[in-house]
C-alpha cells in the first residue's frame, strides 16, 4: 500500500483499515505459529502497512498519546479541587 494512496482517505476509512489490518495481522501470526503460512514477509509487509495508517492518523487527527497525556496533565493541575471551607461553631 503507498502513502500516496492513504493520503486521500478520510479518518474513519483509515480507521477501518486499520482496523482490517489488525485482524490480518493476528490471522497471520496464528498462520505462522502453526506452519501454515508460506510467505513470512507478508507478517513484516501488514505491520508496515498499520503503521503507515496509524502515522496518517495522528497526522490527521493532530494527537497523539503524547499530547493526550500532557493536556490532560495540565488539565488537571490548572484547575485544583476547592475544599469547602468548615464553618466554625
Same mark, same amino acid.
Given at each position: 500500500?503507498?502513502?500516496?494512496?492513504?493520503?486521500?482517505?478520510?479518518?474513519?476509512? *483509515?480507521? #477501518?483499515?486499520?482496523?482490517? +489490518?489488525?485482524?490480518?495481522?493476528?490471522?497471520? /501470526?496464528?498462520? !505462522? @505459529?502453526?506452519?501454515?503460512?508460506?510467505?513470512?514477509?507478508?507478517?513484516?509487509?501488514?505491520?508496515?502497512? *498499520?503503521? #503507515?495508517?496509524?502515522?496518517? +492518523?495522528?497526522?490527521?487527527?493532530?494527537?497523539? /498519546?503524547?499530547? !493526550? @497525556?500532557?493536556?490532560?496533565?495540565?488539565?488537571?493541575?490548572?484547575?485544583?479541587?476547592?475544599?469547602?471551607?468548615?464553618?466554625?461553631?
Amino acid at each position: 500500500m503507498k502513502a500516496s494512496e492513504l493520503n486521500e482517505l478520510g479518518v474513519e476509512e *483509515l480507521t #477501518r483499515k486499520a482496523a482490517e +489490518l489488525r485482524e490480518n495481522l493476528f490471522n497471520l /501470526k496464528i498462520r !505462522r @505459529r502453526a506452519g501454515t503460512l508460506e510467505a513470512t514477509s507478508d507478517v513484516t509487509k501488514n505491520k508496515r502497512d *498499520l503503521a #503507515r495508517i496509524l502515522t496518517l +492518523l495522528t497526522q490527521k487527527t493532530g494527537s497523539s /498519546k503524547a499530547q !493526550r @497525556r500532557s493536556a490532560e496533565k495540565s488539565k488537571s493541575q490548572a484547575a485544583p479541587q476547592a475544599q469547602p471551607a468548615k464553618e466554625s461553631t
